[in-house]
């Protein structure tokens, strides 16, 4: 069995006719004939009843079928793979981080990563984890940054970094004033929040429904600078990251009471062959990952 002989089998098993599967293959039908032919012969099968223009699968012809798809369908992944292989002079790598992550944790990366790597792009976007899954499983990004709780079997993940969600206050809020803040607690202020779509607004939706609470929601945006701002003045409290807050003097990062974490991965396709430039990144963010620890 050959390659063109199989494609040429399951053509004409889709089209149930040896014409129809000539015009897509874009070769004469005694082409086909001929290919099929050889591969019954060789096989020692009859795959194929032709009944005047009708054509259909014997028993053997559908015990074949679904091997020969399976058979083209890895081929066609392996080429797929060879090809991003051989692109490796553009040099790009399309990368998705949740808001939180692009404005606070990566952007010192991206820098020591331009310097090190001048001659490789990063194109970066930014959206919500779960948004990233789809946009990592239909191919439109090379990496992804998840949140390792929210992951699926389609991915391949590292594990990157482990960071600390709090309640982010005003200084002259209530909650300012203690070292810890229960999760019932909070949900009886009024709140800032990511729109739905975003891993840690998700998180809060879970856990306020574990305790029968309704969060208190009265302003919904996933403009950073827009939340910072809401909490300063103290209009409502919000959960972020703690490096959200780090170096800002107006607002107060104060724990839950039970610890909340969340373990960020860095995510591509599982089964796809990275180029040389997603590598590299993967291999510079591990890096700094392992230096960090080290510290």
């Known amino acids: 069995m050959d390659l063109r002989q199989l494609r040429n089998f399951v053509t004409v098993a889709e089209q149930s006719s040896f014409t129809r599967a000539a015009r897509i293959l874009g070769v004469a039908q005694p082409a086909v004939s001929t290919a099929i032919k050889k591969l019954e012969t060789e096989l020692g099968l009859v795959l194929l009843h032709r009944q005047d223009k009708r054509v259909q699968l014997t028993a053997e012809g559908q015990e074949l079928l679904p091997h020969a798809k399976e058979i083209l369908s890895r ?7 060879m090809t991003r292989l051989q692109q ?4 790009e790598v399309k990368i998705a981080l949740p808001g939180m992550i692009g404005s606070y944790y ?10 090190r790597y001048p001659e490789l792009k990063l194109s ?25 709780g929210d992951t699926q079997p389609t991915l391949e993940t590292i594990p990157l970094t482990k960071e600390e969600m709090i309640v982010a206050c005003s200084l002259d809020h209530p909650l300012a004033e203690q070292e ?8 009886e202020h009024e709140l800032v929040m990511f729109k739905r779509g975003y891993y840690h607004r998700e998180r809060m939706d ?8 309704e969060p208190q929601l009265a302003f919904e945006t996933n403009l950073i600078e827009l939340i ?12 972020v990251l703690k490096m959200v807050v780090d170096n800002d003097p107006q607002i107060k990062a104060v724990s839950f009471a039970e610890p909340l974490f969340m373990d960020l991965h860095v995510a591509w396709k599982r089964g796809r062959a990275l180029t040389q430039a997603d590598r590299t990144f993967l291999d510079f963010l591990l890096e700094q990952r392992d230096s960090a620890k080290s510290i």
């Not at 490796?88 to 040099?91: I, P, Q, T």
């Open 206 to 213: 879970q856990m306020a429904k574990a305790h029968n609470k």
């Open 124 to 148: 970066l976007i930014e959206a919500g984890t779960r948004e990233i899954q789809s946009m990592i499983e239909r191919d439109e990004i090379d990496i992804g940054i998840v949140i390792d």
């Open 75 to 81: 081929v066609e992944l392996a080429e797929s793979a």
């Open 180 to 187: 810890s803040v229960k999760f019932d607690e909070f949900l």
């Open 106 to 115: 990566f952007p010192a990366l991206l820098m020591a990563f331009h310097h």
């Open 88 to 91: 490796l002079g553009r040099g």
């Open 228 to 239: 910072r701002s809401i909490v300063r003045q103290g209009f409502a409290i919000t959960t």
